[in-house]
């Protein structure tokens, strides 16, 4: 399942995915998490928004789930319908909660790359 969501302070469509994400997965705010991923990637010398930086900064964090080649974001869901994983892709990072996508676009037909567990619910 996919429900449209937009976390950013101003209702902008912008290159925020990594902050709309990560705050709601953590269950922060959008303004607590752009402040704190600012300056854990000011401090790193680094966009945050990179994939550079989100891979790591990810896997310090949280316990990376087994995916498989050519697996979309939309049957990862389905395979975990309880808990919050954090799913990144091509260029673009959503989060899924109980099975859902909570994103501005639906991304479920696209090749995840990795995925983390937040919580088990």
Do not use: Q
Not at 35 to 57: C, M, Q, T, W
């Amino acid at each position: 399942m996919y429900k449209y969501y937009n976390a950013n302070a101003n209702g902008n469509f912008v290159n925020d995915c990594s902050i709309r994400a990560i705050s709601l997965a953590e269950n922060k705010s959008w303004g607590d998490t752009y402040d704190e991923l600012s300056r854990i990637a000011k401090k790193n010398g680094i966009l945050l928004d990179d994939v550079n930086f989100i891979d790591p900064l990810l896997d310090s964090r949280y316990d990376r789930v087994r995916t498989y080649p050519k697996e979309t974001v939309g049957d990862f869901a389905d395979r975990h319908p309880y808990g919050i994983y954090l799913i990144t892709m091509n260029g673009h990072i959503t989060v899924s909660k109980n099975g859902t996508i909570y994103d501005t676009f639906d991304c479920r037909d696209r090749i995840l790359k990795y995925a983390w567990e937040v919580s088990r619910r």
